[in-house]
């Protein structure tokens, strides 16, 4: 008794020197909350270390605002390489945070400043042929989304979200951030997909998060007055239905999985009109894509980015414009090189910083084999 003590005391004295330096560990509650069992101190100890690892590989800076509730998700978590995205899609937050401050400054100020020194400034009350703004500027775009979606033979897009429940919050929100942007790129697309969001299973506080985010669905909160704004008709879907349960015809669906072994046709065969996208970081093989299309007997192609690029990842934006292209009649080889100046931008900010998530990753692997 007096042994296990004395390791409980010492392991918090440990991490509290270590949390005061940075004020980025767990706090000494926490400590003692998962101090009380052998497996707790262990898993603890693994978790201080992944993120010891962490700030060793991005800076000190990096880990600064991480709380015990981002603890208390990688504690819940048993797979190493989800406990890796949840650190990576903090940062990813963190990062996105930190450059909406930075360009916080107004655009009227920006226009007007451009506008002094002479610049052709192409903006409201400067120089602007069509003075359509706010609520105005939505109901055109509405009307033309409308008539693009109502024309024949739209292809569909179906983002299967079975998995949304299963990972951390931070990896939650990302994930459902990514799903309002999905709809708002349909949204202005020229030929938009009829959108489908599937097997939408929310627990209560991912639900609750759901109504912050997913704008499409709940509606605009107008400032003015303080109430929804109305949801436009063709909304896309959300349900916590099957995918065979949305479409009916299974031979024309394609499930779209980077883990899948055939590449997508040259061109997409004339029976198939549905694609399906998993809300996955296919780090583990019962969150693959590859599962939730065996589970809906689905075949699988994988978009052949291999071929054009080493890169193995494709940021969500540049899967639906590949996708919406290759639907639409344009040929892979012709969809891929057309993204894959944006799919570089993307795939993880600069080279040295791409170096730093790969570093990262084989010294996780290293820590957790």
């Not at 603890?44 to 690892?53: I, R, Y």
């Not at 709380?67 to 978590?77: F, G, N, Q, T």
């Not at 945070?97 to 610049?119: A, I, M, P, Y």
């Not at 192609?301 to 639907?327: C, G, M, Q």
Request: aromatic letters at 10%; one cysteine or more; proline letters at 5%.
């Amino acid at each position: 008794m007096l042994r296990c003590f004395c390791t409980i005391r010492s392991f918090s004295c440990s991490i509290s020197r270590f949390s005061n330096e940075k004020s980025c560990l767990p706090s000494p509650v926490l400590v003692n909350k998962f101090s009380k069992k052998r497996w707790q101190r262990e898993k603890l100890a693994q978790v201080t270390s992944e993120v010891k690892l962490y700030a060793d590989v991005f800076g000190r800076e990096e880990i600064e605002n991480i709380s015990d509730a981002l603890y208390k998700e990688m504690m819940s978590i048993a797979d190493w390489r989800q406990r890796r995205q949840c650190l990576l899609d903090h940062q990813r937050l963190k990062r996105s945070f930190k450059l909406k401050t930075q360009d916080s400054q107004l655009v009227s100020e920006v226009n007007q400043r451009k506008h002094v020194e002479g610049e052709m400034t192409y903006a409201r009350h400067f120089h602007s042929l069509l003075d359509i703004y706010g609520a105005e500027f939505r109901k055109q775009i509405d009307k033309m989304y409308g008539a693009r979606l109502l024309r024949e033979d739209v292809p569909s897009l179906l983002i299967d979200c079975r998995f949304l429940r299963d990972f951390s919050r931070p990896t939650q929100q990302f994930y459902l951030q990514q799903m309002q942007a999905l709809h708002e790129w349909n949204w202005f697309s020229r030929r938009p997909f009829e959108l489908h969001f599937v097997n939408f299973r929310p627990d209560p506080e991912m639900a609750e998060m759901s109504q912050r985010v997913l704008k499409f669905f709940y509606g605009h909160l107008n400032p003015a007055t303080n109430e929804f704004l109305p949801t436009h008709p063709l909304t896309p879907t959300l349900t916590t239905r099957r995918i065979k349960e949305v479409v009916q015809e299974k031979d024309d669906i394609m499930y779209i999985s980077p883990r899948a072994r055939r590449s997508l046709p040259d061109v997409v065969p004339p029976n198939v009109r549905n694609f399906v996208l998993c809300l996955t970081n296919d780090f583990s093989p019962v969150t693959s894509s590859c599962t939730a299309a065996l589970a809906e007997s689905l075949p699988t192609y994988r978009i052949p980015i291999h071929r054009f690029t080493r890169s193995s990842t494709i940021n969500p934006k540049i899967n639906y414009s590949i996708l919406n292209e290759y639907a639409n009649g344009s040929n892979i080889e012709k969809c891929v090189k057309n993204n894959l100046i944006t799919m570089e931008k993307f795939s993880g900010g600069t080279v040295p910083f791409r170096k730093k998530q790969e570093d990262f990753s084989q010294m996780m692997e290293k820590l957790n084999s």
